[in-house]
């Protein structure tokens, strides 16, 4: 259910820095200035962001009203999707967080919010990544074209403004 006031505390639950750097860039193009986000990290498998239900009520108790769950799907088959989906879900819905809760599948990952200008290779554990070239290589993507090219970013993008009642905002191209 979506709530009657915007949205003004929210959270990004990610799983690794490279995924904040990239989806704080592509979000702060989205808001307007006066908006600011948390970022929590929980790792790169469901079992990590199945555990994430402990970090959401915990932010919960400090203010924070929903929560952006993106996560690489590493697939395009709906069902399976579907399904990494319903297992991340299951404890969200089990300690009664679903309204608090927006899953953002990213498909099939994050390379394709890219455009093509960067190549992650394949995440892994302990993995080191040039964080200033891929901040800065987000930050040249043009937002309305993301949109235009990218299932996935367009309902991530349309999801946030509907809860921060910023779709009435002229959206900020890259500089």
Known sequence: MINQTPIRKFVFVLSCEVDEVIITTLAKKLLPDSFSFHVVTVGMDTASFNASYIS????????YQHFFLLFDTNTIDENEI???QALIAEPMKRYGL???VTFCPIIPNLNAWLLGKYQLP???FGQKFNLPKIAKVANSIDIMVLQRQNASFKW???RLQQLTRTDKVVLKRAA
């Open 56 to 63: 959401i009520i915990e932010l919960l108790r400090k203010g």
């Open 122 to 124: 394949e995440k892994q």
């Open 82 to 84: 579907t399904q990494t």
């Open 98 to 100: 679903l309204e608090y």
């Open 156 to 158: 991530f993008a349309e």
